[in-house]
């Protein structure tokens, strides 16, 4: 059974940090794409951040600069360090892990939740 959940979240000050995290079992976790999304209330959720398995990585142009996605094969988790949050950044985040070669083996978590607020 495939298992994917995110941590991380709270509460932060505007231009503070947290570093979020996705643990997923029941998958070769090194032939994923790990990507990142959020969803602000009342707005569609959008993608954030992407690492292959080559690893390369992109990220939306609202975070580009501020976040950093990363993954641990060795511990089938994935990251998401984010810096100088803005209340912008606001919103529930999930993971998604789509196969490299086989894109309807598609996952996702149950999201974490980051408020940024003073």
């Known amino acids: 059974q495939v298992q994917v959940a995110e941590s991380g979240g709270g509460l932060v000050q505007p231009g503070g940090s947290l570093t979020l995290s996705c643990a997923a079992s029941?998958?070769?976790?090194?032939?994923?794409?790990m990507s990142w999304y959020r969803q602000a209330p009342g707005k569609q959720r959008e993608w954030v951040a992407t690492?292959?398995?080559?690893?390369?990585?992109k990220y939306a142009d609202s975070v580009k600069g501020r976040f950093t996605i990363s993954r641990d094969n060795a511990k089938n988790t994935a990251y998401l360090q984010m810096n100088n949050l803005q209340p912008e950044d606001t919103a529930a985040y999930y993971c998604?892990?789509?196969?490299?070669?086989?894109?309807?083996?598609?996952?996702w978590g149950q999201g974490t939740q980051v408020n940024v607020s003073s």
């Open positions: 998604n892990l789509v196969h490299v070669l086989y894109p309807q083996y598609d996952y």
């Open positions: 029941g998958v070769a976790f090194d032939q994923y794409m």
């Open positions: 690492m292959t398995t080559d690893p390369g990585r």
